[in-house]
């Protein structure tokens, strides 16, 4: 079946860029997505990246996917404050709608 | 465009009760999906409606239903309501025709945080 796996955590100072990374098991994933979660809130989608491409840049944020070691990374520059939150990794599988979620990444912004 | 909503946002229940969530999509989409968040882990898939109809489902007993209406906006229903069963109910809307092109994104609601006494 389809498993997601993330690191739990990660501190990084204001200003520097961050790193998380995810790893998932399907092979048939079309698309792979970054969520964000403030506490509280729902999730709030942040960039997708289809699984034939291997990097795509949206502003500050710039995902590489490793389709062979079935690795994804999100890449923040300028890490803010703000960016604090838990960040959930999800890919769609070829065989329905469903989106399977990794556990998270909770990320600590230090001033 | 109020994108996708959830009522009621808070819901304290009692073992054995049953419950009702609603949904409505953002603007424009067709298909609802539910998840359930367990406190500290990732949203699980429930099921996803398309059509009024169930397209697909997750490892969820039946205990768990679900309904859409002609206005594309959806209900899920729990019965015999257990402990396990406190989470937060998030609904997600999409785009079933044209998703190729959006990447079939999912847009999430605020979510419903359950409570099971």
């Known amino acids: 079946g389809e498993d997601v796996e993330q690191s739990l955590f990660l501190s990084v100072r204001e200003g520097d860029s961050s790193v998380i990374n995810c790893t998932y098991t399907?092979?048939?994933?079309?698309?792979l997505y970054w969520y964000k979660q403030e506490p509280g809130a729902g999730l709030q989608l942040l960039t997708y990246?289809?699984?034939?491409?291997d990097m795509k840049q949206d502003q500050r944020l710039t995902v590489l996917l490793n389709k062979k070691d079935k690795h994804l990374s999100l890449r923040i520059a300028d890490t803010q404050t703000g960016d604090s939150a838990i960040y959930f990794c999800a890919e769609r599988g070829a065989a329905g709608n469903k989106l399977t979620f990794g556990g998270g990444t909770r990320v600590l912004v230090k001033p | 465009d109020a994108g996708v909503t959830q009522s009621p946002t808070h819901l304290i229940k009692t073992r054995g009760q049953q419950v009702t969530l609603r949904c409505s999509p953002k603007?424009?989409?067709?298909?609802v999906s539910w998840y359930q968040q367990a406190l500290g882990q990732g949203p699980q898939f429930i099921f996803q409606y398309y059509e009024e109809e169930e397209r697909q489902r997750g490892n969820f007993p039946d205990r768990f239903s679900g309904h859409q209406f002609p206005n594309y906006s959806s209900e899920l229903n729990v019965n015999a309501l257990l402990l396990g069963d406190s989470a937060l109910y998030l609904c997600?809307?999409?785009?079933?025709?044209?998703?190729?092109?959006?990447?079939?994104?999912?847009?999430f609601g605020p979510g419903t945080r359950l409570t099971v006494l």
């Open positions: 603007s424009g989409h067709d298909t």
């Open positions: 997600a809307s999409s785009l079933t025709s044209g998703s190729l092109l959006f990447g079939y994104e999912q847009f």
């Open positions: 399907d092979s048939s994933s079309t698309y």
């Open positions: 990246i289809f699984s034939n491409m």
